[in-house]
């Protein structure tokens, strides 16, 4: 039995012009990069290469352009409207052209990639991490028998870092909110005081 190879329009081997189109974006080569992107367009597999745009964003590009999966999403989704008015013309193409010269001119990283090949594919070579302390707070039943309230939760479990607002901004609310609970506390404690003040009159 024969078996089946998969072509280009052109002739070309499929997984050969895959390799060259993720290879050319990694090194930011636009020509071949859309040459070989719009012979999979012109082949009828143009849904492997929004597959691909999708994967290189991860894989290739990551952490060092945010933004990028979501207009590549974005692109994507226009690109199907345009395709589903079936005009002779075409006009997804410029979408399709769009998402990889974007892809292209990005910059690059494989830190994603490499870290997913760390946690993943060699996970059994990693030590198993120890869990810190400021892990058992009151949501947690080791926390709960410890008697960790609030205190502990805003001192060390809601601790964060990298403030993405102004400092002023961020604790001015976590002290207020944090006061609040000490207040329900408090009330809480006097309340069951009172309850215990209570029972023992009874006797």
């Excluded at 601790?159 to 607002?165: A, D, L, P, T, Y």
């Amino acid at each position: 039995m024969a078996s089946y190879k998969m072509v280009t329009q052109s002739g070309l081997d499929f997984y050969v012009c895959a390799s060259v189109f993720q290879k050319s974006i990694r090194r930011g080569d636009e020509h071949l990069a859309l040459y070989y992107g719009t012979e999979f367009f012109l082949s009828g597999y143009d849904e492997y290469v929004w597959f691909r745009l999708r994967v290189i964003v991860s894989e290739d590009i990551g952490l060092v352009n945010t933004n990028i999966a979501a207009e590549v999403n974005a692109l994507y989704d226009t690109y199907l409207k345009m395709k589903k008015k079936k005009n002779k013309h075409k006009p997804e193409k410029l979408q399709f052209v769009h998402a990889i010269m974007l892809v292209v001119r990005s910059k690059k990283s494989r830190l994603v990639d490499n870290k997913l090949c760390y946690y993943f594919d060699h996970r059994d070579k990693i030590d198993v991490p120890e869990i810190p302390d400021y892990v058992y707070d009151m949501h947690t039943i080791k926390g709960k028998i410890m008697k960790r309230g609030n205190d502990h939760f805003y001192e060390e479990s809601a601790k964060i870092e990298n403030v993405g607002v102004s400092e002023k901004e961020e604790y001015e609310y976590r002290d207020f909110v944090w006061k609040l609970y000490q207040q329900d506390d408090l009330n809480k404690k006097t309340k069951i005081d009172e309850q215990d003040q209570d029972q023992q009159e009874l006797f």
